[in-house]
C-alpha cells in the first residue's frame, strides 16, 4: 500500500511563491491518480488539482493559472508548485490518491488514501 508524505510548505508573502512535494512509498505509485486538497480553518476540504495516471491535469478554478501539478514517476512524487500566492490560499494542504477508474476528483471521498498535509501561510 502506497503511504503519502507531504513537504514544503511554509509562511510566504502574498504573490511569493511556494513548491509543495508528496512523496509515495510503495511500487504502485503510477498506477494511482494523485491530487492535492486544501483545508482552510473552519472550512470544509476542497479540491486544488489532481494528475490522472494517464497525465491528465485538472484545477480548481481558482488556483487556475497560478498552480502547477506535476508528477515524476521515477521519484514516486507529486509536485504543486503555487504561485503568485494570496492570503486566501492559506490552508492545510493535503495530496490524496485514488485507484478508482470512476470518480468525482473534486470529492475527498473518492480518494482512498492521504498525506499528513503540509501548512501554507501566505500573509498581506
Known amino acids: 500500500q502506497v503511504q503519502l508524505v507531504e513537504s514544503g510548505g511554509g509562511l510566504v508573502q502574498t504573490g511569493e511563491s511556494l513548491r509543495l512535494s508528496c512523496a509515495a512509498s510503495?511500487?504502485?505509485?503510477?498506477?494511482?491518480?494523485m491530487g492535492w486538497f486544501r483545508q482552510a480553518p473552519g472550512k470544509e476540504r476542497e479540491f486544488v488539482a489532481l494528475?490522472?495516471?494517464?497525465?491528465?491535469?485538472y484545477y480548481a478554478d481558482l488556483v487556475k493559472g497560478r498552480f502547477t501539478i506535476s508528477r515524476d514517476n521515477a521519484k514516486n512524487t507529486v509536485y504543486l508548485e503555487m504561485n503568485s500566492l494570496k492570503p486566501e490560499d492559506t490552508a492545510i494542504y493535503y495530496c490524496?490518491?485514488?485507484?478508482?477508474?470512476?470518480?468525482?476528483?473534486?470529492?475527498?471521498?473518492?480518494?482512498?488514501?492521504w498525506g499528513q498535509g503540509t501548512q501554507v501561510t501566505v500573509s498581506s
Open positions: 490524496a490518491a485514488t485507484l478508482r477508474s470512476y470518480y468525482d476528483r473534486t470529492n475527498p471521498r473518492e480518494y482512498d488514501l
Open positions: 510503495g511500487r504502485t505509485f503510477s498506477n494511482y491518480a
Open positions: 494528475t490522472t495516471r494517464n497525465g491528465y491535469i
